[in-house]
C-alpha cells in the first residue's frame, strides 16, 4: 500500500498522466500530454461538468436543461444539448479510453475515476483517511491538494457552478486543508502549520476548526500570547456578525490554554491517537481539561420488519454505492427515491440495521416530513436540534444560530463513524445542513423528489427504487399470507398483483386486510378490489386504518407539493386510462404549448408522480392513475373534462392520419375530420421511418384511446382513429389488435348510422380475420362491405373488397375465381381513377396468371403494376409486385433471378413490416432450396415460420409442414405459394 500511496501522490504533483484527462478543480477542460483541447465554449464546459461529476452514470436531459438554464430553460433547449453533445463527442473521439453515449436514462461519459481530477482528488483525501501511518496520510493529502488550479469550474456557464457545485467543493477542499494542518501538527511541523493558517484564516475568519487548528500550531510554537490574541479577535467576531460565542471545542481550548496546560487529545485537533477512525473525539460534556465524559451511543433507527422482501439488488446496490472496493469510508451521501408507497423508508431502515456494525458511533434517525399528512415540514433548524440533543449537548452549549449549530454537529461528527438517516425530504435546501463532512459518516436520504440540486453539488449517489415485478410481488403475498393461502388460489393472486400495481404498500395493505378475515377466500378480496367501475371507489379498498397506510392519503402527499399548473396536468392525466403519454399528447390534453408541457411533466417526474420511460414520454402505475381520475372529476368540471379528452384525442387522430398518409396507399381509408381544437399540438412526423417509430411508440395509447373514445361518446373519433391506425396495423400484423379496434369502429359507426364508415370498418375486420384464419367470418364482413359500398356509389370501396375476397380464393386454389373477381376490381379502380389501388389489382392478375401457368402474361401484367408503383412512390405495392415477379421467375425454373427478386422486395419488407416480409422470406426460402442451396434455405425457412406463427398463425400450419419435411426431402419442388397484398 505504501508503494501505491507514493506512486499517486508522485503522479498527482507532476500532473501528468499517459491519455486524456479531465479537470474541473479550476477552469473546466480535457487535457491530452500537458495540451487543453477544450471545450471552445462556457455551455460545453457546462455540459462536460455535468457528466463528469458522475462518470459512468447517465445525466438526464431535464438536469442539463437546469444547470445550462435554471427552471426556465428556452424551447430550444433540447436541440442545443445535442448539439453541445455532438461537438464533445468530436473533442473526445480520438480517445478510446473516454466513451459519450446516449441512452433512455441521459447521455453519460464513461471514463475512468482517475482521469477526472476532482475524482482523483476524492480518492487520494479517502485514502488519507485510512492510512495509518501519519507521513503517508500526510503525502496524499498533500498531492490531493496539488490538483487544485483555481475557483472550480471557473469558466461554466450558467449559476449553477457557482452557486450549486462549486461551494460544496470548496468545503471539501477546506476539510482536506484542516485534516492536512492537523497531521502536520502531529508530526511536529508548528511553525509550518501556524504560516498556512493566517492567510488561510483571512479568507475564512468563521471557521472554528481553522482557529482552533492555528491556536494550537502557535501554543505548540512558544507563542501562547499569539494563540489566545487570535481567540480574542475571533470571540469579537463572533459577537459583532452572528451576535453568539464560539463553539465549545474554541471555548475548551481557549480554557486550557489559559490554564497553562497542553491541550489534551479531545482539545487539540488532530490529537487523538487512534487516528481517523478512532472513538469519539470528545464533547460538550467533557470537562475543560480533562478528556471526553463516556456518552451513549445513540441508536435511533425505527425497528426493522421481519418482513422485508425482494430488494436483494437494491440492497446490494446500496452496499456498493457506500463502500468502494477498497474498504474505505465514504463521504457522499446517497439519496433513495421513488414514488409514494414503494417502500424507501423501509429499506433504508432495512439497510441501515443490516449494516449498524459499520457505524459503531450509533445511528440518528429524523424524518423530515417532506411529505405527510400536515403541511409541518421539519425545518433543519429543528432536525439539527434533535441531532445535537441525541448526542446529549447541555441546551446551555447549543449556539443560537443555524449556521454554527451545524458547525457544532459537524465537528461533534469528525472522527466518528455514523449513520445519519435524513427520512422524507422535500428537496436539497432540507437536507444539506444535516449532511456530514467527515469521511466515515454516511447521510442516507429518502425522497419523492429527485434532489437533483444535492447530485450536483455534492456528488450524491442515487438509488431510485422501482415498482415490484409481478414475481416480486408474490414473494410479498407470500410472505405475508403463507405458501399454502397463496399456492390454493393463483388466479385471484395474479388479480390482486396486477389491481396492485407492483407497489409494496398496496400489496401489503391487501395482505392485511386478508389476514384479518382468514375465513375468507381472496377470490372476495379480487371482488373487492374490482369495485363497481367508479373509480372513486378503486382506492378505497387500500385503506389500512390510518394516514401511513391509506393509499388515497400517500398519494395526497406528493400531490399537494406539486404547482398548481403541474397539478392539473397530473389530473388530467386521469381522463385516458393509457399506460404512457409524449410531451405532445400532454400538452395537446393541458392546452398549453410543449416547452410549458415539457416542464410541468418534469415537474411530475422529480415528484415521483410520473415516469420518463424514454426520452419525452411519461408513464404511471394505475393507481396513480385512479388517484388522478378521482382527483379530476372532484375538482375540474365536466365540461372542462370533455374538452381535455377532445383535445387529446384530436392529437392522436390528427397525428396519426398524418402517418396513415406516409405509409400505404392501399389500406388509406378517406378521413375528413374536423380541424383539431385549439390548443392540441400534432407530433412531427414528416417520412415513413418517423411514422412507423410514432405508430410502434405510440401502439398501446392509440388502443385506450379507440376503446375509451367509444365508451366515452366520441364515436367518430373511435371510428377514424381506427381507420388511420389500419396502415401500421397491416404492415406491423397486429391481427388481434387489428380485430379488436374495427370491432370497436363498426360498433361506433353503426350508432352513428355512417354507412361508409361501418363498411371501411368492416373490410379492416374482415382483413383482420383472414389474416387470423377466419375466413367465413372474413367474407361475411366483405360481402355485407360490398353492399354497402355499392349503395354509396363508391367503387374504390366495392374494388376493395374485391381484393381482398380473391385473397380468400388464392387461399383456398380457387384461381380462376381471383383472376374474375381481379378483373373486376380493376374495372372498377379504373372507373374511380384510383391509381394505387389499380397497381395493386394488376399484380394481383399476374399473380393469378402465374398460378395458371400464363407466365408471359403473369410478368406483362406484373410490369404494368410495377411501372404505377414507381409513379407514386408506392414502396410498399412496388416490394409486393418484386416479390410476385420473383415467384414468377421460380416457377419458370430461373432460381437465382427469383432469388433477386425476392431480395430486392425484401430491402423494403423488413424492419417493421414483419408479417410482409415473412411472407417474402418463406418464398425465398423455397426458391433456394430449388437452387440447392439447401443450408441457406432450410435456415430462411424457419426463420419465416416463427414470424409467421407470431404474426398470422393461419397460414402457419402448411409452412411447419414443409419445415418438419424438410431433412427427408430437402430438394423437393416448392407447394405453391399463398395469398397477395
Known amino acids: 500500500m505504501a508503494a501505491r500511496s507514493r506512486g499517486r501522490e508522485q503522479e498527482a504533483e507532476t500532473g501528468t498522466r499517459e491519455g486524456v484527462e479531465f479537470r474541473l478543480l479550476g477552469p473546466v477542460g480535457v487535457w491530452d500530454a500537458g495540451r487543453l483541447l477544450g471545450p471552445s465554449t462556457a455551455q460545453q464546459r457546462t455540459v462536460l461538468a455535468m457528466l463528469l461529476l458522475e462518470p459512468g452514470r447517465p445525466v438526464p436531459v431535464t438536469r442539463l436543461e437546469t444547470g445550462l438554464w435554471g427552471a426556465e430553460p428556452p424551447e430550444s433547449s433540447r436541440n442545443a444539448i445535442q448539439g453541445h453533445i455532438s461537438r464533445l463527442r468530436r473533442l473526445l473521439a480520438p480517445f478510446p479510453e473516454a466513451a459519450l453515449t446516449t441512452s433512455a436514462h441521459g447521455y453519460c461519459l464513461t471514463v475512468a475515476r482517475e482521469r477526472v481530477d476532482l475524482h482523483r482528488f476524492r480518492d487520494l483525501v479517502r485514502e488519507a483517511g485510512g492510512e495509518p501511518e501519519p507521513e503517508r496520510a500526510t503525502g496524499l493529502l498533500r498531492a490531493a491538494l496539488t490538483l487544485w488550479q483555481g475557483t472550480p469550474l471557473a469558466d461554466a456557464a450558467g449559476r449553477w457552478a457557482a452557486d450549486v457545485v462549486a461551494p460544496g467543493l470548496e468545503e471539501e477542499r477546506l476539510t482536506a486543508l484542516e485534516r492536512l494542518a492537523a497531521l502536520d501538527l502531529r508530526q511536529g511541523r508548528h511553525q509550518e502549520v501556524a504560516a498556512e493558517l493566517v492567510a488561510l484564516l483571512g479568507e475564512h475568519p468563521l471557521r472554528e476548526r481553522l482557529v482552533s487548528l492555528l491556536m494550537t500550531a502557535l501554543l505548540r510554537d512558544d507563542r501562547r500570547t499569539e494563540a489566545l490574541a487570535v481567540f480574542r479577535r475571533v470571540r469579537r467576531r463572533f459577537a459583532e456578525d452572528l451576535g453568539i460565542e464560539p463553539g465549545e471545542e474554541l471555548q475548551r481550548l481557549h480554557q486550557a490554554i489559559l490554564a497553562g496546560h497542553e491541550p489534551s487529545a479531545a482539545a487539540a485537533p488532530g490529537g487523538s491517537p487512534d487516528g481517523p477512525s478512532g472513538g469519539p473525539s470528545g464533547g460538550p460534556s467533557g470537562g475543560p481539561s ?559 396468371h402465374a398460378q395458371l401457368g400464363a407466365y408471359e402474361e403473369a410478368l406483362r401484367r406484373c410490369e404494368e403494376a410495377l411501372a404505377i408503383h414507381r409513379e407514386l412512390t408506392d414502396l410498399p405495392g412496388e416490394s409486393a409486385t418484386l416479390d410476385s415477379m420473383g415467384h414468377i421467375h421460380h416457377l419458370l425454373g430461373q432460381y437465382e433471378e427469383a432469388i433477386a427478386y425476392y431480395r430486392r422486395s425484401l430491402a423494403w419488407r423488413g424492419g417493421g413490416k414483419r408479417a410482409l416480409g415473412a411472407r417474402t422470406l418463406r418464398r425465398l426460402g423455397e426458391a433456394q432450396l430449388a437452387a440447392g442451396r439447401l443450408r441457406e434455405g432450410g435456415e430462411t425457412l424457419r426463420q419465416a415460420l416463427a414470424l409467421i406463427s407470431e404474426l398470422a398463425p393461419g397460414d402457419a400450419e402448411a409452412l411447419r409442414a414443409r419445415v418438419a419435411s424438410l431433412p427427408d426431402a430437402p430438394g423437393t419442388h416448392p407447394p405453391r405459394p399463398r395469398a397477395r397484398t
Open 290 to 848: 480533562g478528556g471526553p465524559a463516556a456518552l451513549a451511543v445513540p441508536r435511533h433507527l425505527p425497528p426493522d420488519t421481519e418482513l422485508f422482501t425482494a430488494r436483494e439488488e437494491e440492497l446490494a446496490a446500496l452496499d456498493r454505492l457506500t463502500l468502494p472496493p477498497d474498504g474505505s469510508p465514504v463521504l457522499a451521501p446517497c439519496v433513495i427515491t421513488g414514488t409514494g408507497g414503494v417502500g424507501k423508508t423501509t429499506l433504508a431502515v432495512h439497510w441501515g440495521h443490516r449494516v449498524r456494525d459499520r457505524f459503531p458511533d450509533g445511528q440518528l434517525y429524523v424524518n423530515l416530513h417532506g411529505f405527510g399528512p400536515t403541511h409541518g415540514l421539519r425545518p433543519p433548524a429543528e432536525a439539527v436540534r434533535l441531532f445535537l440533543d441525541a448526542l446529549q449537548v447541555p441546551p446551555q452549549h447549543i449556539p443560537a444560530t443555524l449556521e454554527a449549530q451545524v458547525g457544532l454537529y459537524r465537528s461533534l461528527l469528525a472522527e466518528r463513524r455514523m449513520l445519519i438517516l435524513l427520512d422524507n425530504a422535500l428537496d436539497s435546501d432540507q437536507v444539506r445542513p444535516l449532511l456530514p463532512n467527515t469521511p466515515g459518516c454516511l447521510a442516507l436520504i429518502t425522497s419523492r423528489a429527485e434532489l437533483t440540486g444535492l447530485v450536483a453539488a455534492e456528488g450524491a449517489h442515487t438509488l431510485s427504487l422501482g415498482l415490484f415485478s409481478p414475481a416480486q410481488s408474490r414473494e410479498l403475498l407470500t410472505r405475508r399470507l403463507g405458501v399454502d393461502k397463496v399456492g390454493a388460489e393463483p388466479r385471484a393472486v395474479d388479480d390482486i398483483v396486477s389491481r396492485c400495481a407492483g407497489l409494496p404498500l398496496a400489496l401489503a395493505i391487501v395482505a392485511a386486510r386478508a389476514n384479518e378475515r382468514p375465513a375468507f377466500p381472496l377470490g372476495t378480496l379480487v371482488s373487492d378490489l374490482a369495485g363497481e367501475g367508479d373509480s372513486s371507489e378503486d382506492l378505497d379498498v387500500f385503506d389500512g386504518g390510518d394516514a401511513a397506510t391509506n393509499m388515497r392519503t400517500v398519494l395526497s402527499w406528493s400531490y399537494r407539493a406539486l404547482s398548481p399548473d403541474a397539478a392539473r396536468l397530473f389530473r388530467l392525466r386521469g381522463l385516458l386510462p393509457a399506460p404512457e403519454i409524449s410531451t405532445a399528447a400532454a400538452a395537446s390534453l393541458a392546452g398549453i404549448p410543449v416547452p410549458r408541457a415539457r416542464r410541468l411533466l418534469t415537474e411530475l417526474t422529480r415528484a415521483n408522480l410520473a415516469t420518463e420511460r424514454t426520452p419525452g414520454r411519461y408513464g404511471w402505475h394505475d393507481l396513480l392513475r385512479a388517484y388522478a381520475e378521482e382527483l379530476t372529476r372532484l375538482h375540474d368540471s365536466a365540461a372542462e373534462r370533455r374538452e381535455a379528452l377532445h383535445r387529446l384525442l384530436d392529437h392522436y387522430l390528427h397525428s396519426a392520419r398524418v402517418g396513415d398518409r406516409l405509409l400505404d396507399l392501399l389500406h388509406r381509408v378517406p378521413l375528413t375530420p374536423p380541424p383539431p381544437r385549439p390548443g392540441v399540438v400534432l407530433a412531427r412526423i414528416t417520412d415513413p421511418a418517423q411514422s412507423r417509430a410514432w405508430f410502434a411508440q405510440e401502439h398501446r395509447t392509440l388502443l385506450a384511446a379507440i376503446r375509451h373514445a367509444a365508451r366515452s361518446g366520441f364515436d367518430v373519433h373511435a371510428w377514424q382513429l381506427a381507420g388511420a391506425c389500419w396502415g401500421f396495423l397491416s404492415q406491423d400484423v397486429r391481427s388481434d389488435d387489428q380485430a379488436a379496434i374495427f370491432t370497436i369502429a363498426m360498433e361506433a359507426a353503426s350508432r352513428l348510422g355512417d354507412r361508409a364508415a361501418e363498411a371501411h370498418a368492416r373490410v379492416g375486420l374482415a382483413h383482420a380475420f383472414t389474416r387470423l384464419g377466419r375466413d367465413e367470418d372474413g367474407e361475411s364482413h366483405l360481402r355485407r362491405a360490398r353492399e354497402l359500398f355499392a349503395g354509396l356509389g363508391d367503387p374504390a370501396g366495392e374494388a376493395l373488397c374485391l381484393i381482398y375476397l380473391s385473397v380468400l380464393m388464392d387461399r383456398h386454389d380457387q384461381y380462376a375465381d381471383g383472376l374474375a373477381l381481379s378483373e373486376e376490381a380493376l374495372r372498377l379502380c379504373r372507373a374511380a381513377g384510383d391509381r394505387a389501388g389499380e397497381g395493386r389489382v394488376l399484380n394481383n392478375i399476374g399473380w393469378f
